[in-house]
């Protein structure tokens, strides 16, 4: 029923951009604080940034400051990664995720099955 479908993975250069797109359906998206996260080979998930559906209120890992930013579309339940100035240590496969708020629970919900980001130096 939830689903999180991540898309706008792929190669890019360093320095350059991207933009992931995360498409939330079977929720009530504005009960829940959506998150991006990003795991490279033999690395732990890190926490990249997360935003409140309602409110807007947006918060930032360190790999995410400065050069990250989330968004979202509520009327088409999006939420978006816009990724600027790319390192090759930004290489991971990224995950949307949503956090149900009401629960407060210390982790999130629902994943994404994620996508990749590659980016060469």
């Known amino acids: 029923q939830v689903q999180l479908v991540e898309s706008g993975g792929g190669l890019v250069q360093a320095g350059g951009s991207l933009r992931l797109s995360c498409a939330a359906s079977?929720?009530?998206?504005?009960?829940?604080?959506m998150g991006w996260f990003r795991q490279a080979p033999g690395k732990e998930r890190e926490f990249v940034a997360s935003?409140?559906?309602?409110?807007?209120?947006?918060t930032y890992g360190d790999p995410a400051k400065g050069r990250f930013a989330i968004s979202r579309m509520n009327a088409q339940n999006l939420v978006y990664l816009q990724m600027d100035r790319l390192k090759p240590d930004d290489t991971a496969v990224y995950y949307c995720?949503?956090?149900?708020?009401?629960?407060?629970?210390?982790?999130?919900?629902?994943w994404g099955q994620g996508t990749q980001v590659t980016v060469s130096s």
């Open positions: 995720a949503a956090k149900n708020l009401p629960t407060g629970g210390p982790g999130y919900d629902y």
């Open positions: 079977g929720l009530t998206v504005s009960r829940y604080r």
């Open positions: 935003i409140n559906w309602s409110g807007g209120v947006t």
